[in-house]
């Protein structure tokens, strides 16, 4: 066998895991020994925030998958140009919410 096919993984794609799941919000919290990052949708007339996925890993993976996203970002702004956030508005502190439907304490 050679080093090519010893790097490949036999993935099983379920189709109820191909259709995938939209998200416009990730919240992401850590212990000590693991990252949660909850993937969520807001939606116009839903009263809260949907969490459709919640994702666990080591730090070791979290990095990994970090450093994954910002070589996959940086493919993707070479080809299609940068990616503009405009003005920060999409980061906040979950802390700074109440559970009242997100209002401000």
Do not use: C, W
């Amino acid at each position: 066998m050679d080093n090519e096919n010893k790097n490949q993984l036999n993935l099983e794609l379920k189709p109820e895991v191909a259709r995938g799941t939209y998200s416009n919000l990730a919240i992401i919290s850590h212990s000590h020994s693991e990252f949660v990052i909850d993937f969520a949708t807001i939606l116009p007339g839903l009263p809260k925030p949907e969490i459709g996925n919640r994702i666990v890993m080591n730090p070791e993976h979290a990095k990994r998958l970090l450093n994954a996203l910002a070589d996959n970002i940086g493919k993707y702004e070479s080809q299609f140009g940068p990616i503009d956030l405009g003005a920060p508005k999409g980061t906040f502190n979950i802390n700074d919410f109440t559970q009242n439907n997100g209002a401000k304490s």
